[in-house]
T-cell receptor, first 110, second 114 residues
Framework: GENVEQHPSTLSVQEGDSAVIKCTYS??????FPWYKQELGKGPQLIID?????GEKKDQRIAVTLNKTAKHFSLHITETQPEDSAVYFC?????????FGTGTSLTVIP | GAVVSQHPSRVICKSGTSVKIECRSL??????MFWYRQFPKQSLMLMAT?????????EQGVEKDKFLINHASLTLSTLTVTSAHPEDSSFYIC??????????FGSGTQLSVL
């Protein structure tokens, strides 16, 4: 089955700096890669996603890149703000199932 | 994005009682819903896949007689924790697959069994 690895597990950045979270996947059949933000005591919220026919996607301060050949994808957050502090999960999907990374706890220091 | 409503958000019950958690897709129809369990500071652990009108598919190690899942309509799936014990205390989250295969999550239910 699919195996998704996510790094780093924890990340601290100064407010205004950029944050990058990286994930790798193993199944070349995966074709959809969403990212979720989870705040304490809440369910994950879809923040951005990318499909395998696209290499990069951007939405305001967040962007996702995908390298199909290397089987890795990354989340980039620019101009970080304290409200960006949360746990972020990547996922890979073949359409029927979703496989999640282990999460990255991001702390933005004011 | 699509909205998935999950209730209750928090429940405290006595050991031996049963607890029902509801998951509703409010603005779309979901033929497939998923139920997860999450321990503190850990990732999402898939418990079962719920398909409308058919029996749920449980992951290995998940007791289907203890965690009853019903997906009777295209907008509602329920998880019933039967004869709950303290070790069942956890954060339970549902999700539903919407258009274009996107997955949206409910807000989660914190279950505490005394």
């Amino acid at each position: 089955g699919e195996n998704v690895e996510q790094h780093p597990s924890t990340l601290s950045v100064q407010e205004g700096d950029s944050a990058v979270i990286k994930c790798t996947y193993s199944d070349s059949a995966s074709n959809y890669f969403p990212w979720y933000k989870q705040e304490l005591g809440k369910g994950p919220q879809l923040i951005i996603d990318i499909r395998s026919n696209v290499g990069e996607k951007k939405d305001q301060r967040i962007a996702v890149t995908l390298n199909k050949t290397a089987k890795h994808f990354s989340l980039h957050i620019t101009e970080t703000q304290p409200e960006d502090s949360a746990v972020y999960f990547c996922a890979a999907s073949t359409g029927n199932q979703f496989y999640f990374g282990t999460g990255t706890s991001l702390t933005v220091i004011p | 994005g699509a909205v998935v409503s999950q209730h209750p958000s928090r429940v405290i019950c006595k050991s031996g009682t049963s607890v029902k958690i509801e998951c509703r897709s409010l603005d779309f129809q979901a033929t497939t819903m998923f139920w997860y369990r999450q321990f503190p500071k850990q990732s999402l652990m898939l418990m079962a896949t719920s398909n409308e009108g058919s029996k749920a598919t449980y992951e290995q190690g998940v007791e289907k007689d203890k965690f009853l899942i019903n997906h009777a309509s295209l907008t509602l799936s329920t998880l019933t924790v039967t004869s709950a014990h303290p070790e069942d205390s956890s954060f339970y989250i549902c999700s539903a697959r919407a258009g274009l295969g996107k997955l949206f999550f409910g807000s989660g239910t914190q279950l505490s069994v005394l």
